[in-house]
């Protein structure tokens, strides 16, 4: 088994012990997709995107989301030394998995690697809005307020993450029919 199917292995592992094993299909999996696709377009380091979208939400899920980007760097960092990868892989890797919330505090994306991720990242929540709009209905038992936080984090996604004119080309039309379904579904929610 090649090293990153060995890291693609480890985290369905963890991830089926979880709390939310259906993120590894319903998230892990589409945001690898979309980032190997990018990394192929633009020539970046394909291996880099690779084991940075298979272990970006690892710990997000595993511990919790509270700063996971950093828990999850630091849990990078560990797993590729364990498998012997060299440091400049690591630290690449862990600068991606850093800056893929594009949260202005942590610093935003600067290497098309770490854009890469970010952009990813909230690619994959347009292909599974339902799934979004049960996980916050669970958590507040308000249809509304769930398809509000939805609506919101495409909005998001699409402003501030989506960093290439690549992801917002493949993912343009998903997110308008998202947004337009949101928005409609709203007005009968008051």
Not at 57 to 81: F, N, S, W, Y
Not at 140 to 168: D, H, Y
Request: net charge neutral; aromatic share 6%.
């Amino acid at each position: 088994m090649d090293m990153i199917a060995a890291v693609r292995e480890l985290v369905k592992k963890e991830l089926e012990k979880s709390n939310s094993p259906g993120q590894f299909s319903l998230h892990i999996v589409p945001v690898r997709d979309y980032a190997v696709k990018l990394a192929d377009i633009t020539g970046a380091d394909r291996e880099v995107v690779e084991l940075a979208a298979w272990l970006h939400d690892l710990t997000r899920i595993t511990i919790g989301p509270k700063d996971h980007h950093k828990t999850g760097a630091e849990e990078a960092g560990k797993i590729l030394r364990g498998l012997g990868y060299p440091e400049k892989t690591i630290n690449h890797v862990r600068d991606c998995i850093l800056t893929h919330r594009s949260v202005e505090r942590d610093g935003p994306p600067k290497t098309i690697e770490a854009k890469i991720i970010a952009s990813a990242d909230a690619m994959a929540h347009y292909d599974t809005i339902p799934l979004l709009i049960v996980f916050k209905f669970r958590e507040t038992g308000s249809l509304k307020e769930a398809i509000e936080w939805v609506l919101g984090k495409v909005n998001r996604g699409w402003e501030n993450k989506i960093l290439l004119p690549e992801a917002r080309e493949m993912v343009k039309d998903k997110y308008e029919a998202a947004r337009l379904i949101l928005e409609a579904t709203l007005k009968y929610l008051d």
